[in-house]
């Protein structure tokens, strides 16, 4: 997917709904048989051709057991995998951490680049230090306002409030 991104840029809404919504029910699946993948990026997802049509896969699942560990990769961990057991957060995190992700790559295929570049060498250290105020530019003109919704309800920073897969699947802009 990394690479079907470099080569044209940024995806249309059609074809970034068509990947969201592959990984969703794949992560759903995943979630229904108890496993989480904790490492949600593009270079993780694969495509079975480099143009449409094409299947969507995810792979490397590699960190996808313990939920009592700090891990995945800066830039695209979660508020709650990175606070995890800290003041009032849980002390492990849940199946909201890949959605976390998702969000984080639909954000990336419709705007073509990654939505923390200031964080992404320092992520888990500004994060944390400012994790209630998470901010990212959603100011691109030609991304609807649907899709803003979807990728403003995934990358809510508590988990509670984040939208699940299932929300996900069933959110208009899908």
């Known amino acids: 997917l990394r690479d079907r991104l470099k080569m044209v840029g940024r995806l249309a809404d059609g074809e970034a709904a068509f990947v969201t919504e592959s990984l969703a029910e794949t992560l759903r699946e995943m979630h229904n048989l108890g496993v989480v993948?904790?490492?949600?990026?593009?270079?993780?997802?694969?495509?079975?051709?480099?143009?449409?049509?094409?299947e969507v896969k995810l792979s490397d699942f590699g960190v996808a057991t313990d939920l009592h560990h700090l891990c995945g990769t800066p830039g695209y961990m979660s508020p709650d995998v990175l606070?995890?057991?800290?003041?009032?957060?849980?002390?492990y995190y849940t199946q909201a951490v890949?959605?976390?992700?998702?969000?984080?790559?639909?954000y990336e295929l419709l705007s073509g680049r990654v939505a923390f570049p200031e964080y992404h060498s320092?992520?888990?250290e500004l994060l944390l230090k400012s994790v209630d105020n998470v901010e990212f530019a959603l100011d691109w003109s030609d991304v609807?306002?649907?899709a803003?919704?979807?990728i403003m309800g995934m990358l809510e920073v508590y988990p509670s409030r984040r939208l699940t897969v299932e929300q996900v699947l069933g959110?208009?802009?899908i």
Request: negative net charge; glycine residues 10%; charged residues 25%.
């Open 122 to 124: 320092d992520y888990v």
């Open 144 to 146: 609807t306002s649907e």
């Open 148 to 150: 803003k919704d979807l």
């Open 171 to 173: 959110h208009p802009w």
């Open 83 to 91: 606070r995890a057991g800290e003041g009032g957060w849980p002390k």
């Open 98 to 106: 890949d959605v976390w992700g998702l969000g984080l790559i639909l």
């Open 37 to 54: 993948h904790r490492d949600m990026k593009l270079e993780n997802v694969l495509l079975t051709h480099p143009a449409q049509p094409y």
